[in-house]
């Protein structure tokens, strides 16, 4: 999990070839008017653009990316001088888990310029806000733009999204993965819960057999098992799997993640 948060102090507006400039590079709205969802969504439009040229994958629209975009594109407006955080402003990651969003990778590119285009143009020509724009890791994007002092204030957060889900969601997808190595899963997943919560050792059993192989993770990604309980499903020593999961431990920032436990039989 990372965030990347790129500073840009200042835009100079540069040319787009003729044929985008008529469509992207209209003049700045009059100071005072906020929120501008259409010139917030040429910057979508052109990101993606860019990224199917780049054969790279096209972003989503995240309404709480949006959400927190426009409180910090406020926050800048109000400013002048650009920034990715005010005093008593929560950083980048708590903003957007406070607007609703979640995520396992969250980043941010802020500008101040006079169209669309022109703001599109100068993330693309600098090499942190170009591979901010462009991740592979990201697949969500809120933009918001506030015109304040003759120009544009804009703000682009990118993320990758996590689902929400339940713990017998995680659970079942955790379970679904081991399956394919051809191990059982118990049916009663309460012994593995209380492990999950657990920083070591095993909880109490009435009477029940121990595992012999005790995994804990946490991660927002529940597409791929750690590597050690991959070798561990491989080396055929294991016939039944538990799986139980529980409430995350305090993580970095407002990052979204499951915290699961597997025991192995």
Same mark, same amino acid.
């Given at each position: 999990?990372?965030?990347?948060?790129?500073?840009?102090?200042?835009?100079?507006?540069?040319?787009?070839?003729?044929?985008?400039?008529?469509?992207?590079?209209?003049?700045?709205?009059?100071?005072?008017?906020?929120?501008?969802?259409?010139?917030?969504?040429?910057?979508?439009?052109?990101?993606?653009?860019?990224?199917?040229?780049?054969?790279?994958?096209?972003?989503?629209?995240?309404?709480?990316?949006?959400?927190?975009?426009?409180?910090?594109?406020? !926050?800048?407006?109000?400013?002048?001088?650009?920034?990715? !955080?005010?005093?008593?402003?929560?950083?980048?990651?708590?903003?957007?888990?406070?607007?609703?969003?979640?995520?396992?990778?969250?980043?941010?590119?802020?500008?101040?310029?006079?169209?669309?285009?022109?703001?599109?143009?100068?993330?693309?020509?600098?090499?942190?806000?170009?591979?901010?724009?462009?991740?592979?890791?990201?697949?969500?994007?809120?933009?918001?733009?506030?015109?304040?002092?003759?120009?544009?204030?804009?703000?682009?957060?990118?993320? !990758?999204?996590?689902?929400?889900?339940?713990?017998?969601?995680?659970?079942?997808?955790?379970?679904?993965?081991?399956?394919?190595?051809?191990?059982?899963?118990?049916?009663?997943?309460?012994?593995? #819960?209380?492990?999950?919560?657990?920083?070591?050792?095993?909880?109490?059993?009435?009477?029940?057999?121990?595992?012999?192989?005790?995994?804990?993770?946490?991660?927002?990604?529940?597409?791929?098992?750690?590597?050690?309980?991959?070798?561990?499903?491989?080396?055929?020593?294991? #016939?039944?799997?538990?799986?139980?999961?529980?409430?995350?431990?305090?993580?970095?920032?407002?990052?979204?993640?499951?915290?699961?436990?597997?025991?192995?039989?």
């Amino acid at each position: 999990m990372r965030v990347l948060a790129q500073g840009f102090f200042a835009l100079v507006a540069l040319a787009l070839p003729a044929v985008a400039a008529a469509q992207w590079n209209s003049p700045a709205p009059n100071e005072g008017s906020a929120g501008l969802q259409g010139v917030s969504e040429q910057i979508f439009a052109l990101a993606n653009q860019a990224r199917a040229q780049a054969g790279v994958g096209p972003l989503e629209w995240d309404p709480a990316l949006a959400e927190a975009a426009l409180l910090h594109c406020q !926050r800048m407006a109000a400013e002048g001088p650009i920034a990715h !955080r005010y005093g008593g402003e929560p950083d980048l990651s708590a903003r957007a888990a406070q607007a609703g969003a979640h995520f396992s990778v969250i980043e941010e590119n802020v500008a101040v310029g006079t169209s669309a285009g022109a703001i599109h143009d100068e993330w693309m020509q600098s090499p942190g806000h170009r591979a901010n724009l462009l991740s592979p890791d990201v697949d969500r994007m809120g933009v918001a733009v506030v015109a304040a002092r003759g120009a544009l204030y804009a703000v682009a957060d990118y993320s !990758r999204a996590v689902q929400q889900l339940n713990a017998a969601q995680v659970e079942a997808r955790v379970a679904a993965l081991i399956r394919v190595s051809g191990v059982a899963i118990l049916r009663d997943p309460s012994v593995a #819960r209380a492990a999950c919560a657990m920083d070591g050792g095993m909880p109490p059993t009435a009477g029940g057999a121990m595992p012999r192989f005790v995994m804990r993770w946490q991660a927002g990604d529940l597409d791929q098992l750690p590597q050690a309980l991959v070798d561990k499903l491989a080396s055929g020593n294991y #016939r039944q799997a538990a799986v139980g999961s529980c409430p995350a431990q305090i993580s970095e920032g407002s990052f979204t993640a499951y915290r699961v436990a597997v025991l192995l039989y």
